[in-house]
């Protein structure tokens, strides 16, 4: 069962809204607090227009009714995972008749993937070479791969063409899961997505630097539209689209070094006025949807194995016959993580002392700590000041203390120092300034060049 669990992380995606949200509204009868927290309300199917998780369920598709075959995936699913909290459906059951879109494929069709030339041609994989932290000379590589970027727009023609309409269908990020299949939901095609969003950030690259400032512009806004659409679920997909924003901002960065990309722009100004703490609350959000998700699944598999848990194991701390004990030992252990998620700066010891391991039950308790996620945020927030201030100094604009960084007059950078707490937890840098730094955790600063001072 624990492996359950890890997959419902690894794989759950997007969010499931049909999960009632906690009364806001507290109240002095606790009991009934706790039903409405394990509460699941109907789908509402109004929702599934214009739902990015639908549409990337649907992407590889062949046909082009590929959104209403990613709709009909989801609606089909959740009905089985009612059928099964319904007992209805056993978990064999669920398994064999849940469906996927290959399922919907008829003859000889195929699914769509992306065709990945520069794989096969020169071994690499990143397409868009301005993406990684500090890379030097990236716009003139870019340019030099021209003939390749081209080849793979050919070949990848009927994906992109769906990418690039994906903000008319897609205006938030929401899925339908039902707790009981989460295991064994249809997830979206990821691995096209990142790659189709890597070729247009490189053919923004050429579009700017052949003077198609209107198409390049359209690229860039594109990106940043999927790196900061609405969320409510899970942790993969925030995480995915503050790595899309920090190598959107690297590219951004590279443009400006070249001149290609005009400081004034009102692209650049409609971008950086977004909250530049939004990835550190998006990661709290999502951490919490979560942590609800999974201790309503513990007390859903707690009762259909009720009896055979009781032959297996008893921890001291829980009594595992009461199944009203058990319900308000997980409530608790929710709520005492969620207060923890209020705290701006979030001690790694101080989490683990309030959120103890809880060893020998035959349900998983664990929570994970937020502390490594925090800190991808905080690099990327760190990385978009240095970025904004940049772009101050290129409009000619003074720098203040509200800008929160440093100035090197000797050596033209703008920078940020890491140094406090690196030795603590286990945090990672985003995956943009990880590959430039061949696997290192940890960077003490991050800084981008700015014209001479004089």
Not at 414 to 424: A, T
Request: glycine fraction near 4%; proline fraction near 4%.
């Amino acid at each position: 069962m624990k492996q359950q669990f890890l997959m419902m992380l690894i794989f759950l995606t997007f969010n499931a809204s049909t999960f009632a949200e906690t009364n806001a509204n507290q109240t002095s009868d606790l009991q009934r607090e706790i039903e409405e927290f394990y509460d699941i309300q109907p789908l509402p199917k109004s929702s599934l227009e214009q739902n990015l998780y639908i549409w990337g369920v649907g992407l590889s598709y062949p046909n082009d009714d590929y959104y209403a075959i990613g709709r009909k995936i989801v609606e089909r699913n959740y009905l089985l995972g009612q059928e099964m909290k319904s007992k209805q459906l056993e978990s064999w059951d669920l398994k064999q008749n849940i469906r996927y879109v290959n399922d919907y494929l008829v003859g000889d069709e195929e699914l769509l993937r992306f065709n990945h030339l520069f794989t096969e041609q020169n071994g690499r994989k990143r397409i868009n070479v301005c993406n990684r932290y500090d890379d030097d000379n990236c716009i003139k590589a870019t340019i030099a791969d021209a003939e390749q970027i081209m080849a793979l727009n050919v070949e990848n023609e009927i994906l992109q063409k769906r990418y690039e309409s994906f903000p008319l269908l897609a205006n938030q990020s929401t899925g339908y899961f039902h707790p009981y299949s989460f295991a064994d939901a249809a997830y979206p095609d990821i691995t096209s997505l990142i790659s189709l969003i890597d070729l247009d950030a490189a053919n923004a690259v050429l579009d700017l630097s052949s003077g198609n400032r209107d198409k390049g512009i359209e690229r860039l806004e594109r990106i940043s539209f999927l790196a900061n659409l609405p969320h409510n679920g899970t942790l993969t997909f925030p995480l995915l689209q503050l790595n899309m924003q920090q190598a959107l901002n690297q590219t951004i960065n590279a443009l400006l070094n070249e001149k290609l990309l005009d400081p004034n722009d009102p692209f650049l100004t409609q971008l950086y006025k977004e909250d530049v703490n939004r990835f550190d609350h998006k990661i709290r959000t999502a951490l919490k949807w979560q942590a609800k998700a999974m201790m309503q699944n513990n007390l859903y598999l707690y009762r259909d194995y009720k009896a055979k848990l009781l032959d297996v194991v008893k921890d001291e701390r829980i009594d595992l016959e009461d199944e009203k004990k058990v319900a308000e030992f997980l409530y608790q252990y929710y709520k005492n993580y969620e207060a923890s998620l209020v705290q701006e700066n979030l001690d790694p010891k101080a989490f683990q002392q309030a959120m103890p391991n809880i060893e020998g039950l035959p349900f998983n308790v664990y929570l994970a700590s937020p502390y490594e996620y925090l800190m991808q945020a905080k690099y990327q927030k760190a990385y978009e000041l240095l970025l904004r201030a940049k772009i101050k100094v290129l409009k000619g604009e003074p720098l203040n203390a509200d800008d929160q960084v440093e100035l090197d007059t000797e050596n033209s950078i703008l920078y940020i120092d890491f140094d406090e707490g690196l030795e603590e937890g286990s945090p990672l840098l985003p995956q943009p300034i990880r590959w430039f730094n061949q696997g290192r955790q940890f960077l003490g600063r991050l800084e981008v060049a700015i014209p001479k001072v004089k």
